[in-house]
């Protein structure tokens, strides 16, 4: 069973930045799409940032030009730089992989941008 593991949130001030990983592990394959969501308090998750193989991203317009992602596809590990933090940034950052027609979640990591 593919696990995906997310470190590196927290606490940090508005302005502030953070770095979140990704890990994937439980698989000899290589993800072909990795990508990061969110989730506020009373809210849907959203997408953030996504990765698919060929190089190709996306990123929700609330993040373009703060947050960027990035692969290390042979360790299948995904990062989320995120610069610029906004207080509206807070949320539940989830970890996506998908290998074939599968997709897999992590548990989720929180991150809170306050003064």
């Known amino acids: 069973q593919v696990q995906l593991v997310e470190s590196g949130g927290g606490l940090v001030q508005p302005g502030g930045s953070l770095t979140l990983s990704c890990a994937a592990s439980g698989t000899r394959f290589r993800l072909t799409a990795m990508s990061w969501h969110r989730q506020a308090p009373g809210k849907e998750r959203e997408l953030v940032a996504g990765?698919?193989?060929?190089?190709?991203?996306r990123y929700a317009e609330s993040v373009k030009g703060r947050f960027t992602i990035s692969r290390e596809s042979a360790k299948n590990t995904v990062y989320l730089q995120m610069n610029s933090l906004k207080v509206e940034d807070t949320a539940v950052y989830y970890c996506?992989?998908?290998?074939?027609?599968?997709?897999?979640w992590g548990q989720g990591i929180q991150v809170t941008v306050s003064s």
């Open positions: 996506r992989g998908v290998v074939g027609s599968n997709d897999f």
């Open positions: 990765a698919i193989d060929g190089g190709i991203v």
